[in-house]
């Protein structure tokens, strides 16, 4: 019944950040680890990163890493991506998604958001 809305999405220079939002609906079950995925033009959808449900535990994609931050705000019941450095090949679609954070690997659901388009360009 958990239904998630990415944010955030939009045109940005290389070098340039952005901050994409993760926000869960419904008032059962909405706390649980999220995951980001993004599927590039022509290509097949591979892992960002994923935090655990308390937001202690996080995990990155190599490429990600040093660049990339996922993070949740509790109060807001949201998790946010900042995006920074960020370069046209990170130009996808990206998509959260309702999963379980385990021994510092993430297990995706079948429960994903529609995507928010980020396109990296000069």
């Known amino acids: 019944q958990v239904q998630l809305v990415e944010s955030g999405g939009g045109l940005v220079e290389i070098g340039g950040s952005l901050r994409l939002s993760c926000a869960p609906s419904?008032?059962?079950?909405?706390?649980?680890?999220i995951g980001w995925f993004r599927r590039a033009p022509g290509k097949q959808r591979e892992f960002v990163a994923a935090i655990s449900k308390s937001g202690e535990s996080t995990s990155y994609a190599d490429s990600m890493k040093g660049r990339f931050t996922i993070s949740r705000d509790n109060a807001k019941n949201t998790v946010s991506l900042q995006m920074n450095s960020l370069k046209p090949e990170d130009t996808a679609s990206y998509y959260c998604?309702?999963?379980?954070?385990?021994?510092?690997?993430?297990?995706?659901?079948?429960?994903w958001g529609k995507g928010t388009l980020v396109t990296v360009s000069s």
């Open positions: 419904g008032r059962t079950g909405s706390q649980f680890a």
């Open positions: 998604n309702q999963g379980i954070y385990s021994g510092n690997n993430y297990f995706p659901s079948g429960n």
